[in-house]
């Protein structure tokens, strides 16, 4: 469908798939972000960076180049 840049402030989206290797993977799957996982944005900077969201629970915020490697549906 999309990646979790392009996701309007909020829309609730699911988690379909996660890009790219190494240490970035890793750190976005210890945040949560993890296939199948609800993600709700909540709030986008003026400058589209970073993105703040609502995952399992608790607030964070995702830098854009970060979000673009998250999939979504």
Do not use: F, Q
């Not at 970035?24 to 949560?32: A, Y």
């Not at 608790?58 to 998250?70: F, G, I, N, P, T």
């Amino acid at each position: 469908m999309g990646t979790l840049k392009t996701v309007k402030t909020g829309d609730t989206v699911k988690v379909a798939k996660i890009n790219g290797a190494g240490a970035v993977k890793h750190r976005l799957m210890e945040m949560g972000i993890t296939k199948g996982s609800e993600v709700y944005v909540r709030k986008v900077a003026p400058l589209g960076d970073p993105i703040e969201v609502t995952i399992r629970g608790y607030e964070l915020s995702v830098r854009k180049e970060d979000a673009e490697m998250v999939e979504v549906e």
